[in-house]
């Protein structure tokens, strides 16, 4: 089949998946007024592939199938370069607000492909070959994955696996003559409702004696006993130019119940083995391969902040030297992850089995640092647009006869620039750091990368590990 049109993506969210929102079970996603948006945004992409197919598109060497550069495995650092120009790409159409955009998982299943000798440890030849025929499945018809690798949150005195008596973290359940049943909820499944398949991984280690909630799988969302739970929309109604980002980019988060859910035997990928389970996510280069990816949509986030920021400070011809300080300071979060992305690119190199990933020590720095920088980017819009993100009004009021003399005459800006572009700046701003997606993506930038205390100390541990302390050892006696 190969790379897909966005008319197709959109005709394959068409089945029976059962997908709640307000307590109701939506029929269509790509029609109710709190999904068609973000479904339309996530549609574009599938055609972007196709307007460039120079920049988003190459030839899979064993089928000859033309698919997305997102779907290979990296065989060279030209790979990763490819691969970069299309994420980049992609991030730039979404503004890096759509953190799980089809190409995330797309490089994630791509890693794990690609590094077979890690799946194989233990004697798991079956999952393996599972695993890779999952990828080529994937990559072939182009699907739209979603991933659920987070437990819920129960009682954080206990281990996640005691949680609930043992039933809340998906686990297995029964073997049958098919497959596996599993039973549990995983949470936080981004961009679930506008899925095809789910793909369900380690998040975080499990002890010895958790072998039952050692499975790593795919299914269809449409899978019976599948359950999406999805939290309150942030999709906006109004116009998009009322709402220019929360009309779109609403990727969605929902937790996944799994209700005795049956996974078919060539879908499952590991089943008991909690050392090779752990090793997944250690020994796979996951951070060094995916990190690639999350890092340029950082970037092109960034970008996009610093644009706002400057022209919101240029509205009203605002050049104190606080204000230039906080531009500045955005700035230099900006090309500091810049920076960090072309070191990582600049030391890829094979990890095993012919595949290569990024050198991981810049993104070991990175992945515990950025969480905290996007959080002071918003604190320094919300300083800089003050009283002004709240002194915006909608097109309607700028289309009444009565109301836009004085809309024009109130509302405009430094240097003559006109109300309703001033209004349109504020109201992207407002959209940016003070709606409810606003909210969701602070908090989504603060933790989706994982603990940054954690990560710090995983970090040093590293370094301190790797280190001769040579320097400190030339001035000791």
């Not at 549609?43 to 033309?66: I, M, N, W």
């Not at 949680?163 to 499944?189: C, M, N, P, Y």
Request: net charge negative; hydrophobic share 45%.
């Amino acid at each position: 089949m190969g790379a897909r049109t966005g008319k197709e993506f959109l005709e394959g969210l068409l089945d029976d998946r059962e997908v709640w929102l307000d307590g109701e079970r939506v029929a269509d996603v790509t029609t109710h007024p709190r999904t068609a948006g973000a479904a339309r945004t996530l549609a574009g992409l599938f055609d972007l592939q196709h307007e460039r197919p120079d920049q988003y598109l190459a030839v899979e060497p064993e089928s000859g199938e033309t698919v997305a550069v997102t779907h290979l495995i990296p065989r060279s650092a030209a790979d990763l370069a490819r691969r970069h120009d299309a994420i980049a790409g992609i991030a730039r159409r979404t503004l890096g607000l759509m953190g799980r955009s089809p190409d995330y998982l797309n490089v994630t299943l791509a890693g794990f492909a690609g590094r077979p000798d890690v799946f194989r440890r233990g004697g798991n030849d079956e999952g393996t070959a599972n695993l890779l025929a999952y990828q080529r499945h994937v990559m072939s018809r182009d699907l739209a994955l979603t991933h659920a690798i987070v437990n819920p949150t129960v009682d954080r005195s206990l281990p996640e696996t005691a949680a609930g008596g043992g039933e809340v973290v998906v686990h297995k359940v029964a073997d049958t003559s098919e497959g596996i049943v599993v039973r549990g909820a995983r949470a936080l499944a981004t961009l679930a409702p506008f899925a095809d398949e789910i793909f369900v991984y380690p998040g975080y280690p499990l002890a010895e004696g958790d072998e039952r909630y050692a499975v790593i799988f795919a299914i269809p969302m449409a899978t019976p006993g599948l359950r999406v739970l999805c939290r309150d929309s942030y999709s906006s109604p109004a116009p998009a130019a009322d709402a220019p980002l929360s009309s779109r980019f609403d990727e969605q988060d929902a937790v996944i119940v799994f209700d005795d859910v049956e996974v078919p035997r060539h879908r499952v990928f590991l089943d008991g083995d909690v050392d090779l389970y752990n090793r997944v996510m250690q020994r796979s280069g996951w951070t060094a391969n995916v990190m690639q990816q999350t890092t340029i949509r950082a970037i092109s986030k960034l970008q996009f902040a610093w644009e706002l920021a400057t022209r919101m400070a240029e509205a009203v011809n605002n050049t104190s030297p606080a204000a230039v300080e906080m531009l500045g300071e955005i700035w230099s979060y900006l090309e500091l992850t810049r920076s960090t992305l072309i070191a990582a690119e600049a030391g890829a190199h094979e990890w095993g089995s012919g595949t290569w990933f990024c050198a991981e020590p810049p993104f070991a720095a990175l992945r515990p640092t950025l969480p905290r920088w996007f959080p002071r980017v918003t604190e320094i819009i919300k300083l800089l647009g003050s009283h002004s993100l709240l002194a915006t009004p909608t097109r309607a009021e700028l289309a009444n006869p009565l109301l836009r003399p004085l809309v024009e005459r109130y509302y405009q800006g430094a240097n003559g620039l006109p109300a309703d572009e001033r209004t349109a700046l504020f109201r992207l701003a407002w959209d940016f750091v003070g709606t409810s997606l606003a909210g969701r993506s602070d908090l989504y930038e603060r933790f989706y990368l994982g603990s940054p205390g954690r990560f710090l100390q995983l970090a040093q541990r590293q370094a301190a590990r790797d280190a001769d302390f040579a320097l400190v050892a030339s001035v000791l006696p």
